[in-house]
């Protein structure tokens, strides 16, 4: 698993990793995740979610982040409207948050919207750089056939090869679209 946070391109540098660390905060907030004077995390109140045991997952085993230069205020509202609208229809099931600044710091501008991601998706992302051509119309074929598809057939049905939905695959492809944040 990995962090992907999509930071905006004003924010530089150290301001770029600051502003990661304020979204993976917003991120633990928005799933109730807390840790005790021991460092043991734990859910809070309500249901445990797939979001919620991807984001304990993460936290307790692997912790890496990936900032990327989300564009400007307009591509990161893009962002948030996209992840917001598939969280609703069940078809992002992955943990995310956005962060803003206050109003009197930078007038409550987004600086940082941030998602956990399963291996599978930028692995699958990865393949797509590759080899997009073929690997894209036979995904399509196995999306119009069962509704989800295998993007490594050497694995058989291992789900970790698995996108589950057109949201997820659409999602993997845009991925490459963003460069590393500097």
Known sequence: ????????????????GIKAGHCM?????????????????????????PERLQLAE?????ETFVLLNGGDQKS???????????????KNEFPWAAFNESIDALNGAVTCVGI?????????????RKDKDVLT????????????????????DDPNYRINNRWEFEFAKNLNSYSLAR
Do not use: C, W
């Open 116 to 128: 956990i991601l399963p291996q599978r998706i930028y692995t699958f992302a990865e393949m797509i």
């Open 25 to 49: 905060n917003r991120i633990n907030v928005k799933y109730g995740m807390s840790a005790d004077e021991r460092g043991n995390y734990s859910f809070g109140t309500g249901p445990v979610t």
């Open 137 to 156: 119309f036979n995904m399509e074929g196995q999306f119009s056939r069962y509704g989800f598809a295998y993007f490594d057939h050497t694995h058989g």
């Open 76 to 90: 990161l509202g893009m962002i948030i409207q996209d992840f917001h609208y598939a969280s609703k229809e069940r």
């Open 1 to 16: 698993m990995r962090a992907y946070f999509f930071v905006n391109m004003y924010m530089q540098g150290i301001h770029a």
């Open 58 to 62: 993460f936290i307790t085993k692997h």
